[in-house]
């Protein structure tokens, strides 16, 4: 009786049942972060426990997290802090789980969006064509609206 109550305290431990947010949920925190401050410092605080062990997808959505908060300081030093912070999480992510869409849909938006002098814009190409190509297998419907809606707004040529 004791080794059970052990075990049962054990599963339960605050520890080894940590909360991983729903994906859904993670989707909607990451638009709401492009344009306020305290809901990207949510999203980097509710992710902070994963890394490209525990949850690759999750350490993407950190870094590109953190690379939005480049877009809320004012500070030149502390926007280039956060854009190399989020962008090695991002590419750890991605290395860590190279056929993963989302990921990969992630560094896209990122990359697209952000001011060339920062030359993070190498992978713009292949990450289109990964997803154009990965379009028809997806299974998640939610995400693929997503991301054929920003395909077709996004034009390559500028």
Do not use: W
């Not at 950190?62 to 500070?75: D, E, F, P, Q």
């Not at 030093?77 to 993963?100: C, H, R, T, V, W």
């Not at 713009?124 to 707004?153: P, W």
């Amino acid at each position: 009786m004791k080794k059970i109550l052990i075990f049962i305290l054990f599963i339960n431990s605050p520890v080894l049942a940590e909360n991983v947010p729903a994906i859904s949920d993670v989707r909607i925190m990451f638009h709401n972060a492009a344009s306020g401050e305290d809901a990207c410092k949510d999203l980097i605080r509710l992710l902070e426990p994963f890394n490209e062990i525990k949850d690759p997808l999750l350490l993407g959505y950190r870094g590109s997290s953190t690379i939005l908060m480049a877009k809320h300081v004012i500070n030149p030093y502390s926007k280039l802090s956060y854009f190399k912070k989020g962008k090695s999480m991002l590419e750890k992510a991605i290395q860590s789980d190279p056929k993963n869409i989302e990921l990969r849909f992630l560094r896209y938006t990122i990359q697209t969006n952000i001011p060339a002098f920062l030359s993070y814009n190498s992978q713009i190409e292949n990450d289109r064509r990964f997803l154009t190509q990965s379009l028809s297998r997806m299974s998640d419907n939610e995400l693929k609206k997503i991301i054929l809606s920003y395909l077709n707004q996004y034009s390559p040529a500028g």
